[in-house]
């Protein structure tokens, strides 16, 4: 028996930030460099990591406020510049990702990533990691910030693999990332070690939670 529906369960879709990696160095210190070069005060760096997660246009949305949501794209900008040179290595993978990735291969699941983040950084996060190795394909979203709403990229995903929403489930941290699955008829699973608490996760339709990465690959085959 499993947690889902169809017996047939065999594409897992896996956030990123939160769920693989934990990005806070990089993160923080990127929104901080671009807020500081605004003339922007920045919050304080345990606050800017609760935005981890959600599209960059939202968080920096969400700090600049209303008088300066302008100045957005020109944030978006300063942070890439320097996230792609520096902030994209000051990151650590989980303790027990690859062996949980491991595990979900050896059982004959297929894994795609399905990250806000642009494809070009998470295509060099995986690399970096020595991660590419499990995943069947890498979907992110574009510069220019084309699906980088999780609904969408899910959407996305389903439509360019052709397989069936009942057929995959989506893991991630945030609510997004439930609330994305959901739209598109995909079963969530909440990860309770990265930046969503149970709290936000179950506010978004959460009902499957994972405590910790060793504990993944059982969630998908037995009850």
């Not at 920045?42 to 406020?65: K, M, R, V, W, Y």
């Not at 910790?212 to 690959?217: C, T, V, W």
């Amino acid at each position: 028996m499993t947690y889902f529906e169809d017996a047939a369960l065999v594409n897992v879709l896996l956030d990123l930030d939160g769920t693989l990696t934990d990005p806070r160095v990089g993160f923080v210190a990127s929104i901080r460099y671009a807020l500081q070069s605004l003339n922007c005060e920045a919050p304080s760096d345990a606050d800017i990591a609760t935005h981890i997660g959600p599209p960059l246009e939202q968080t920096f949305a969400n700090l600049l406020g209303v008088a300066r949501e302008h100045q957005i794209g020109t944030a978006v900008a300063l942070y890439r510049n320097r996230y792609a040179s520096t902030g994209i290595f000051e990151n650590a993978v989980y303790e027990g990702i690859p062996r949980a990735l491991s595990e979900i291969q050896s059982l004959g699941f297929r894994i795609y990533l399905a990250t806000s983040k642009p494809q070009i950084f998470a295509v060099r996060i995986l690399e970096y990691f020595s991660l590419s190795q499990f995943f069947t394909a890498v979907y992110g979203s574009e510069l220019d910030g084309a699906r980088s709403d999780k609904g969408q990229l899910i959407a996305y995903i389903l439509q360019q693999e052709s397989f069936l929403p009942t057929s995959a489930v989506m893991v991630g941290d945030r609510s997004h990332d439930i609330k994305g699955a959901l739209f598109n008829a995909v079963s969530p699973v909440g990860v309770l070690w990265g930046y969503g608490t149970h709290a936000e996760l179950s506010a978004a339709g959460a009902t499957i939670f994972v405590e910790h990465p060793s504990q993944l690959a059982q969630m998908l085959v037995s009850n």
